[in-house]
């Protein structure tokens, strides 16, 4: 192991189980910062990371997916996340877009105040630094 510190009591135990789940994760947050690291090097205006078993959920029609993310970073000139599938804990309304997302329902747009295990995401370049920053001391 390069780094055998970084599994001590990553899930409260040292369980082989527990150490197992958070070797995982580690390596999840390695590839990311990889593929962060490259989007920097390369000057790309924007990077999607997806995790190797990503799937759209059954209500997500892929070929909407573009035109919905083209429409976000028009509308919000602001953005530095665009969360594809996320684990939210907290959101504050945002708005609306002009496009069905559901049915006829209207696609409604949340900021995320607090969310874990990004399993699809669009990161901008005014955000890379900051993301690498933090994450990157760990290892």
Not at 20 to 48: D, F, N, T
Not at 65 to 91: A, C, H, P, Q
Not at 114 to 129: E, F, V, W
Request: some cysteine.
């Amino acid at each position: 192991q390069k780094h055998p510190h970084l599994l001590e009591g990553c899930w409260g135990d040292n369980s082989t189980a527990s150490l197992k789940q958070c070797a995982g994760q580690i390596g999840c947050q390695r590839s990311h910062l990889k593929a962060i690291e490259r989007a920097m090097r390369e000057e790309w205006p924007y990077v999607a990371i997806f995790e190797d078993d990503f799937a759209w959920q059954s209500w997500v029609d892929p070929s909407k997916v573009g035109e919905m993310v083209s429409r976000l970073m028009n509308k919000y000139k602001d953005w530095d996340v665009i969360g594809l599938s996320l684990r939210i804990f907290e959101t504050e309304a945002a708005g609306t877009l002009d496009m069905a997302c559901q049915g006829n329902a209207r696609c409604r747009v949340s900021r995320v105040l607090h969310a874990q295990a990004p399993g699809g995401y669009i990161l901008r370049n005014t955000i890379y630094k900051q993301i690498f920053v933090q994450v990157h001391h760990r290892f």
